[in-house]
């Protein structure tokens, strides 16, 4: 009798309990063809590589952002998000580069560019500790004062 209301209630709270894990796109994935899943991602990967070759570069940001996101398993993601922080930094954004690369590293900790990675975040906070930020608006080094950062 024990068993059986246990096994009520686990058939019950299970459907709940995995329905409350929100909208992960790794748990839609995991609960979908990842094979179609890759797919999209692959198309979305082309169109933001497709802006990125036109010199579109803030669309090309946006697309690999919303690429690597969506669809953080397919096969380039970790390209995407490598992209979109290496024109975030071309573009003087320090702060959302190195967001993008963290965000990398936090995904991708086997990927073969991971040490170039590194090493990039590790320059841009090189830079931020001794004050030398280039300006997103004109272009030039700035002294930023030690207390701020």
């Known amino acids: 009798m024990i068993a059986r209301t246990s096994a009520w209630w686990f058939a019950i709270l299970l459907p709940i309990a995995l329905a409350s894990c929100g ?7 995991l609960s979908g063809d990842l094979q179609a899943a890759n797919q999209q991602g692959e198309v979305m990967y082309r169109k933001a590589k497709e802006a990125d070759d036109k ?44 967001k993008a690369y963290d965000q990398f590293i936090e995904r991708y900790p086997g990927d073969r560019l991971y040490p170039e990675i590194i090493r990039r975040q590790a320059s841009m906070a090189n830079a931020a500790a001794q004050g030398d930020v280039k300006s997103s608006l004109i272009g030039l080094k700035t002294k930023l004062p030690l207390e701020k950062t």
């Open 23 to 29: 909208s992960d796109p790794e748990i839609q994935v």
């Open 55 to 98: 010199g579109k570069t803030r669309r090309a940001i946006r697309l690999y952002d919303k690429m690597a996101t969506a669809h953080p398993s397919a096969t380039s993601a970790s390209k995407a998000r490598h992209r979109q922080a290496e024109l975030l930094e071309q573009q003087g954004r320090v702060y959302d580069a190195f």
